[in-house]
């Protein structure tokens, strides 16, 4: 579904990513772990078509298409979707409004219908339920006034809603307390599909109890590491980032 | 991405979409401007003798006054001398007297504008008075108000038909002499439109004018009136529009509106006047006074404004709230996009008891252009108990444009209660990019975010009004962000 070959990218003159081989299969669900800085928010940002974030070499495919030379909203509307680290607050705009164009411009783009409002009323109510979200929510602005762990909830409502073949997760887990985790975790397990696929950025071991992943990969220093099945999540939590870093000297 | 930047050109390549010319015979006066030029618009409208004097008081005293500086716009300056004072499309021999005489072309200008002027046609509960160039050539739904009792005429309708109203209100809370434009205004005035709803009467339907400059190097100088009787209530919108021409032509009206005892006046303004192209060639100066008195006790006035057009906007649409427990209102849009600079606000003058204001002011940047709030809250020594809260947010749209903020503030009574709260963003590249990645095209998103920015000042418009405004929005920024 995604094959990232010997992806490097540079951001504000820095280079972050440093050729990026990766791999996700549809039905997967991979992990990408890493100390701060080691570039995997970059990878993120890069894969959903950030601006800022020059891509200097490599390639990027989708089910086959070259994923770089696609603009950030078709490469939303093919079925890509990013988790937001911190999800930006747009005053004034309502939530459902919102996630109402956003799903309605991908149907579009694959030539079905639009939903209507109370369609879509249904659909997101349904999915608000299983987030454990009260309805003040269908009233209130885009991330307005959340909480931390508010947003994150939204960033999976909206995955939900969207049903994307891959969905990226950018520290979704980070600012959670262990309720709210259960709850993420389970969103993000009924979206588990053959035919679509996960990639979480985590720096915690924790969320991989929830969410048990098929591979695990280090990234440090804009270059993976290390890759592995879900025991690979523990022993790092076990023996600290060092240890991957200290391999690759030795 | 590579379809991006050819959606940036096709954006900035549409235009102001009523820009067109009417090819229609015009009654002018000759450029220029003397007390000849005054007596003669008077006699043009067969005014009495008082409205003469007036006109001519007005001049003398605009004569001995200076052009202000003080606003944070920048022009070459105007040469008065080179402006028509009067034009008037050519009419047979009399006026019309319904609008099956008036002229088809003039029609059809105002249907092309969305506004037709054919009652049926109407949006009903909406009676339209229409201003072209300086004359009003059609007020719909006179006889359903007449039977209500609400006088909506022209000016110049008004002054022959009621000059007592005219000569007990007009000038009452605008002064001739209260500043260089309103001098001006008050000199060489021409039409406009003219409101009296009496006593205790609620207006049965939106007001609304429709102001169009056609004639080149013509300026536009109409005057409103409106006054509410004792309990009286009233909503009244004007919308503008003018062709694309490449000088720069003058707009400078006058608003007055007097609110007597537990009277509420509504005044919302679409104002979309030519801004000019995207080198800042041409464009209306809109220097424009508007200014509402809550003359009575338990009054109301509120203003909203969504303010889109005009290479320059210079004005402050305020309220003097004498009467006791009188409220005063003020919601601002003000979009500034290529050259455009805009100096706008509000005053808030508070003389009465337990007085209260409310002042929303959203700027929005884009391009080049200049945006300013500038804002005075007056709270005199009797004023005991006065209360304001003002809200001013910009919002800038790349990196070539500016806003600045100027809140004044006299506070002269200890009981008085005053609230500041200001902010200025950047349309979030971070905003952009949430968007875009949830599917939704550039284009989209922008207008999303404004429109969210802007939400508390256009749930204030009438209904109708509202999805223009929103509109109009939308096209004022098309290309600002790509």
């Known amino acids: 579904m995604l094959k990232i070959t010997g992806l490097s990218a540079r951001v504000a003159g820095k280079d972050i990513l440093k050729g990026v081989d990766l791999t996700v299969r549809a039905g997967e669900v991979h992990a990408i772990m890493g100390p701060n800085g080691s570039g995997k928010s970059t990878l993120a940002q890069v894969l959903a078509g950030r601006e800022d974030y020059e891509v200097t070499a490599g390639s990027a495919t989708f089910e086959g298409r070259d994923l770089l030379a696609l603009a950030p909203e078709e490469r939303a509307r093919a079925g890509l979707f990013l988790g937001f680290q911190y999800p930006v607050e747009i005053p004034g705009v309502n939530n459902v409004y919102l996630l109402k164009a956003a799903l309605n411009a991908k149907r579009k783009a694959a030539g079905e219908p639009e939903v209507d409002a109370y369609e879509f009323l249904a659909l997101i109510r349904q999915k608000m339920k299983l987030m454990q979200m009260s309805d003040s929510f269908l009233t209130r602005g885009v991330n307005e006034g959340f909480s931390g762990g508010e947003k994150k909830r939204n960033e999976v409502l909206q995955m939900l809603v969207l049903e994307p073949k891959l969905a990226i997760l950018d520290e979704t887990d980070s600012g959670l307390d262990i309720d709210a985790l259960k709850v993420v975790s389970a969103g993000v397990n009924s979206l588990r599909d053959p035919k679509r696929a996960v990639v979480l950025v985590t720096h915690y071991q924790r969320l991989l109890d929830y969410i048990v992943p098929d591979q695990v990969h280090v990234l440090s220093g804009g270059r993976i590491l290390k890759s592995g099945d879900s025991s690979l999540a523990k022993e790092l939590e076990r023996r600290g980032y060092d240890w991957v870093q200290g391999a690759e000297v030795a | ?482």
């Not at chain 2, 001519?56 to 028509?84: C, G, N």
């Not at chain 2, 005053?347 to 002042?359: A, D, E, L, V």
Request: with cysteine.
């Open chain 2, 1 to 482: 991405m590579s379809s991006k930047s050819q959606d940036v050109e096709a954006l900035l390549a549409q235009k102001y979409r009523h820009g067109f010319i009417t090819d229609i015979e015009s009654d002018s006066l000759p450029p220029g401007l003397d007390e000849d030029v005054v007596a003669a618009i008077s006699k043009k409208k067969h005014e009495p003798q008082f409205l003469l004097d007036w006109r001519l008081k007005a001049f003398r005293h605009w004569l001995t006054m200076q052009e202000p500086t003080w606003a944070h716009v920048h022009y070459k300056p105007i040469d008065y001398q080179d402006i028509s004072y009067y034009s008037a499309p050519r009419a047979p021999a009399n006026a019309p007297k319904s609008l099956d005489e008036v002229d088809p072309k003039l029609l059809a200008t105002y249907a092309k504008l969305g506004i037709p002027l054919h009652e049926r046609a109407r949006l009903a509960g909406v009676a339209v008075d229409a201003v072209f160039d300086s004359v009003s050539v059609a007020t719909t739904f006179k006889e359903k108000l007449g039977k209500a009792g609400v006088i909506f005429c022209s000016f110049s309708d008004a002054v022959r038909d009621h000059p007592e109203l005219i000569e007990r209100y007009l000038g009452t809370v605008v002064p001739p002499g209260d500043n260089f434009f309103a001098a001006l205004n008050s000199a060489v005035f021409s039409d406009g439109s003219f409101v009296y709803v009496p006593r205790g009467v609620r207006c049965p339907m939106e007001l609304s004018t429709y102001f169009r400059i056609n004639a080149a190097k013509t300026g536009q100088f109409e005057r409103t009136l409106i006054i509410a009787a004792e309990g009286a209530s009233v909503s009244y919108l004007e919308g503008c529009t003018a062709p694309m021409r490449d000088e720069n032509q003058l707009h400078a009206a006058v608003v007055e509106l007097v609110a007597l005892d537990d009277a509420q006046i509504k005044y919302s303004t679409v104002q979309n006047w030519y801004p000019g192209d995207e080198n800042g060639l041409g464009g209306i100066y809109n220097f424009v006074t508007k200014r509402g008195e809550c003359r009575g006790r338990n009054s109301k006035i509120s203003w909203t404004q969504v303010e889109t057009g005009s290479a320059i906007t210079w004005k402050y649409p305020s309220c003097v709230l004498k009467g006791e427990n009188s409220i005063g209102e003020f919601y601002s849009v003000a979009v500034a996009n290529n050259y455009q600079q805009a100096d706008t606000g509000t005053k808030m003058i508070h003389i009465g008891r337990n007085t209260k204001s409310t002042i929303v002011s959203k700027g929005i940047s884009a391009g080049h252009a200049e945006n300013t709030y500038r804002g005075l809250v007056k709270i005199l020594p009797s004023a005991a108990g006065a209360r304001n809260f003002t809200q001013c947010d910009s919002l800038l749209m790349g990196p070539e444009c500016a806003a600045h903020t100027f809140p004044y503030m006299e506070v002269k009574n200890p009981t008085a209660t005053v609230e500041h709260e200001a902010s200025t963003s950047k349309i979030g590249e971070d905003q952009l990019f949430y968007c875009l990645q949830r599917g939704i095209s550039a284009e989209d998103a922008v207008n999303m975010i404004v429109s969210g920015f802007c939400k508390v000042v256009f749930k204030e418009l009438p209904m109708e009004f509202a999805v223009e405004a929103q509109n109009l929005l939308s096209v004022s920024l098309e290309g600002a962000v790509g």
